[in-house]
């Protein structure tokens, strides 16, 4: 069945890094474009970053442009998000998923940034 398994969330700074990331099984991973998605404490869940199935196109979210880089490694069905400067309204619960398919959410991994 398809499977996500999110990693990498911990407390960190304002200002600081990190790098999640995020094994996917269950379906043929290089086909599909990927996301990672938040759901900040008691708000909506919102779609952060998507790469597309070649690695060749990337959007983000105003909030996060400049600051997270999302990669894939499709040999591995793995996609990362690398969190550079955050700040506590990055505080959430980070998921990745299937670009625009609403089923099958992983546990996610918890990001809370604060000093």
């Known amino acids: 069945q398809v499977q996500f398994v999110e990693s990498g969330g911990g407390l960190v700074q304002p200002g600081g890094s990190l790098r999640l990331s995020c094994a996917a099984s269950g379906f043929t991973f290089s086909m599909y474009r990927m996301s990672w998605y938040r759901q900040p404490p008691g708000k909506e869940r919102e779609l952060v970053a998507t790469m597309a199935t070649r690695s060749d196109s990337t959007n983000y979210a105003d909030s996060v442009k400049g600051r997270f880089t999302i990669s894939r490694d499709n040999a591995k069905n793995t996609v990362y998000l690398q969190m550079n400067s955050l700040k506590p309204e990055d505080t959430a619960v980070y998921y990745c998923?299937?670009?625009?398919?609403?089923?099958?959410w992983g546990q996610g991994t918890q990001v809370t940034v604060s000093s």
């Open positions: 998923n299937r670009h625009g398919i609403n089923a099958y």
